[in-house]
């Protein structure tokens, strides 16, 4: 009679000056679907490692099956049947899908030689059950996200996994594969497989959960059924209070036109762009994740070299600008990926946020620390980002005060333009609303904005004209009335006719 | 108290481990802790620590260089042969610029084309050694006027009864520690080894600034080839060989980070001094010389195997 598969009781984390895990319960069941939700630093992605042996709890017990166990790493995990569906996939490109589903865990004969045949036939039943299009052979590297989010899924089949955790499986995945994803969830749901879903998402939580967990600071804040419960309530728990006027929009007084390219064109990501903006505007670009829009933003920048086009700034024709010369005229680009493009992970933010302005925090190449520091606190304060100092690692922060930090260093230099690439991916809901209040304050101000985003509540709740992208070409452009879900889903689902002749 | 004690070793706990080493050996030797060892050490190190304070610029961007024993060699062989033939001023004028074009070479190859920093510093370790036998013709070079040239002052006077070999080293760190912590240039290096991506998305150049470490490593090369040709009055064809190891070596005991962004001069300096100290510590307990080979990167090994742990609190935890 075990109605619950894996229970986690008192569970206690500690990392050095963080208590991550505080006195942690909950319990997963056969066939359901149980949604782990709190703001970045909550202790979520601990708590998953703890339950795929990553980490060793400090405290507390997990019983399996009503009996307590150890989950001494990985490997052992997922042979109990546990297995963790990582955010950033663990799969090794250069390997075959088969090889992949069995990392680290290959059958082998008595001499360790790789049972090649038994490995082939038992990924491809393995595939078969998920109803994935491809075979056992074919090399990981060369399929996409969502295919390989397949393979690590098949693992679960392979492996007869009782509990399968996923975490934040939808973050590179369009709407097409989320579907397809969320179909397979229900699939293993109904073998009885307990499935823990963690997502910043709020609209796939209640799409496909049964129950919710709250953590707040490392504890639990509470568990309720979701069919009971409401967004309000949800958000209520998590940052422990309500968000009103999830959007603001900033009024739509508009200057001179700061940017305008024409003819923009990056061979085999992007094709005849053309587009203006001007002050106080606000321009969403939407698209599905590989459209080429974060191509675009980042040739206008100069982080990438255009094939052809012409633009011009503050109305006059300018050659393509590098990095150095877009900054000193006043552009800001808020990368895409805060981890990779953003940040120096290891600096802190007083030395991020002077990184792209260092003449300005300097006289005859000698660094003016007192200024720089000055600059920092400012906006260290102004954004309320949570620091223990101005040379605390910037790792050591959680995703939305890392995001603050790549804003300070792009507002403390007053850009006229400002480029937002996805400013809001994989942050917590308190920061995502500063955010976007920051969005309409800075339009306000006079300056042009440009704002990437593939969530569409977020690009149609902020922008005033929203170009929608597919396939590497401009597709639409909505304003006012028109700006609504349907127009926009309408627009990226229909393939350029100029592209798809190619 | 205890607490107290696994926070330092978790630290510092290679500098205890060098502590606890540096009073073994004067426990049981009389000279090491006399102010004449400790300065003979420096002296010893001065020349591998002169260019380790250049390499330390190429390491913190991510990068290696491994072309500067080679390059010491040559560069030694220009100072001695030109010494004869353009007197010491000249002499000393080419070597610099001579430093400065070969780390140039090595910073377009690297820096603006892109290629791998292994191989072409490794490419060019054997180049140099080439051009070395190129240019002596096989023969080993001498200063003819030994005995009366004031190039002597660099390898063999004292300033206020300091060596100036070693007042030349921690001028040189000094400047070079300077310039990492407090120019623009210096946040451009430690912005480019920590995210280079992050640092191009910030307009920082960092094919130029990776360009710019090279010729100070070439640079500092060419200081270290005139502190050797001064001490040695002359040069072999071999006079180089193994310094890029040793340079390396020292860095990575300083702490600096071979990936990049985290390190700095002051830990450089630490770890050639610990590394001279090692050394010659080991040849007054009697160990014979090959020995120093024996210990130097058994040392490192664990000089990194315990930053690691303690990094991931399993040792002292």
């Not at chain 1, 002077?354 to 000698?366: A, K, N, R, T, Y």
């Not at chain 2, 007054?284 to 990167?297: E, I, R, S």
Request: hydrophobic share 45%; glycine share 12%; net charge neutral.
């Amino acid at each position: 009679m075990t109605d619950v598969i894996l229970e986690v009781r008192d569970i206690t984390k500690t990392f050095p000056g963080v208590k991550a895990l505080d006195a942690v319960s909950f319990d997963i069941r056969p066939g359901e679907v149980h949604a782990l939700v709190g703001e970045n630093g909550a202790g979520k992605s601990t708590l998953m490692k703890t339950l795929a042996g990553l980490h060793q709890p400090d405290g507390g017990e997990i019983l399996y099956m009503g009996k307590p166990i150890t989950v001494a790493g990985p490997l052992e995990a997922r042979q109990e049947g546990i297995l963790l569906i990582h955010q950033e996939l663990s799969l090794s490109p250069e390997l075959s899908v088969a090889e992949n589903i069995y990392l680290g865990a290959w059958p082998t004969n008595r001499f360790g030689v790789l049972k090649k045949r038994e490995l082939r036939q038992n990924s491809a039943k393995a595939l078969k059950a998920l109803g994935c299009g491809f075979g056992p052979d074919v090399r990981v590297g060369t399929l996409s996200v969502a295919m390989q989010q397949m393979v690590e899924i098949a693992r679960a089949e392979a492996f007869r996994a009782n509990v399968v955790i996923f975490d934040e499986p939808t973050a590179s995945l369009t709407d097409n594969e989320k579907d397809q994803l969320f179909q397979t969830i229900r699939n293993l749901k109904s073998k009885g497989v307990g499935i823990v879903y963690i997502s910043h998402k709020m609209d796939e939580i209640f799409d496909i959960t049964d129950r919710i967990t709250v953590l707040r600071d490392g504890q639990v804040q509470g568990t309720v059924d979701t069919a009971g419960t409401d967004l309000n309530q949800i958000t209520r728990m998590m940052i422990g209070r309500t968000l009103d006027n999830y959007f603001v929009k900033a009024k739509a007084e508009f200057g001179e036109e700061v940017l305008r390219v024409e003819g923009l064109s990056n061979k085999g990501l992007f094709r005849d762009v053309s587009f203006s903006v001007r002050q106080g505007e606000v321009l969403g670009l939407y698209g599905l994740v590989g459209a080429g829009r974060s191509e675009v933003v980042e040739t206008i920048f100069g982080v990438r070299k255009a094939d052809g086009g012409k633009l011009w700034w503050n109305g006059a024709e300018i050659p393509l600008p590098t990095p150095r010369q877009s900054i000193d005229m006043g552009m800001a680009l808020v990368p895409e990926s805060r981890k990779e493009q953003g940040l120096v992970l290891m600096m802190g933010g007083r030395e991020n946020t002077s990184l792209p302005h260092l003449q300005l925090f300097s006289s005859g190449s000698i660094m003016d620390k007192k200024k720089e520091l000055e600059t920092y606190r400012k906006y260290q304060e102004a954004l309320a980002i949570k620091t223990t100092g101005p040379d605390q690692a910037v790792s050591q922060l959680s995703g939305g005060n890392q995001q603050k930090f790549v804003l300070a260093k792009w507002l403390c230099a007053n850009p006229k333009l400002i480029i937002l690439d996805e400013p809001t991916r994989g942050i917590d809901v308190g920061s995502k609303s500063a955010i976007h209040e920051l969005i309409a304050e800075l339009a306000e101000k006079g300056l042009a904005v440009i704002v990437i985003s593939s969530e569409m509540p977020e690009v149609l709740g902020v922008s005033h004209r929203v170009l929608t992208m597919s396939e590497g070409a401009v597709v639409a452009a909505f304003e006012g009335d028109g700006l609504t879900e349907e127009n926009l889903i309408d627009a990226v689902s229909h393939q350029p006719a100029s592209v798809a002749a190619e | 108290m205890q607490d107290a004690l696994k926070g330092l070793l978790r630290r510092h706990g290679l500098i205890v481990a060098f502590m606890v080493f540096l009073a073994g050996v004067a426990l049981n030797t009389d000279a090491f802790l006399s102010a004449g060892n400790i300065l003979d050490v420096l002296r010893q190190v001065s020349i591998t620590g002169m260019m380790a304070v250049g390499v330390t610029f190429v390491v913190l961007t991510g990068r290696l260089d491994l072309s500067v024993g080679s390059m010491l060699t040559l560069l030694t062989v220009i100072v001695v042969d030109q010494h004869n033939q353009s007197g010491p001023l000249m002499a000393m004028i080419i070597t610099l610029a001579a430093g400065c074009a070969l780390g140039a070479i090595n910073g377009v190859l690297v820096g603006y084309i892109g290629l791998n920093s292994l191989i072409v510093t490794l490419a060019m370790l054997s180049f140099l050694q080439g051009l070395v036998l190129f240019y002596s013709g096989g023969s080993n070079v001498n200063i003819t006027n030994a005995q009366d040239t004031w190039f002597a002052v660099f390898g063999r006077a004292s300033l206020f009864g300091i060596p100036v070999p070693v007042v030349m080293f921690l001028a040189a760190a000094a400047v070079a520690a300077f310039v990492l912590k407090f120019t623009t240039f210096g946040r451009q290096i430690y912005g480019v080894g920590g995210n280079e991506t992050a640092s191009v998305f910030s307009g920082i150049d960092s094919r130029r600034a990776v360009f710019w470490t090279y010729v100070i490593s070439g640079l500092t090369t060419g200081l270290a080839a005139i502190i050797m040709g001064s001490r040695v009055m002359g040069a072999q064809n071999t006079i180089g060989q193994g310094y890029e190891l040793t340079v390396l070596a020292g860095i990575i005991l300083g702490g600096t980070s071979l990936l990049g962004g985290s390190g700095s001069i002051g830990r450089t300096v630490l770890g050639i001094a610990m590394l001279g100290f090692i050394q010659n510590g080991l040849l007054l307990l009697g160990f014979p010389y090959y020995v120093q080979w024996l210990v130097t990167w058994a040392v490192i090994i664990i000089a990194v195997w315990i930053d690691l742990g303690a990094k991931r609190g399993r040792i002292f935890a």
